[in-house]
């Protein structure tokens, strides 16, 4: 059975930093680019971040370039989000999935508010 579960969301006020994590079991993340969405409340989904197999290459969205960071462990079939600065802009909810969005997680609501 695939499980994609994202977890290390939560409540951060501006400027704040917080480390997501996808922990994937059943499905060979090693194999496959890798990407972070996000889901603001009444928006549609958009693609947050990208990384290759080995890492070697990413992908930010504009909108959170020299602040987020993706990175990936194989070893323990895991992705990760670095945010950091984060701003109200932020605020959604975080998915991670493999390139081809055949399998998503429940995803982690991030919330940044003073």
């Known amino acids: 059975q695939v499980q994609f579960v994202e977890s290390g969301g939560g409540l951060v006020q501006p400027g704040g930093s917080l480390r997501l994590s996808c922990l994937v079991s059943g499905f060979p993340v090693s194999m496959y680019t890798m990407r972070w969405y996000r889901q603001a409340s009444g928006k549609k989904r958009e693609l947050v971040a990208q990384?290759?197999?080995?890492?070697?290459?990413?992908y930010y969205a504009d909108a959170v370039k020299s602040r987020f960071t993706i990175s990936r462990d194989n070893a323990k079939n895991t992705l990760y989000l670095q945010m950091n600065s984060l701003k109200p802009e932020d605020t959604a909810v975080y998915l991670c999935?493999?390139?081809?969005?055949?399998?998503w997680g429940q995803g982690t609501q991030v919330t940044v508010s003073s």
């Open positions: 990384i290759s197999t080995t890492g070697g290459s990413t």
């Open positions: 999935t493999d390139v081809g969005a055949t399998y």
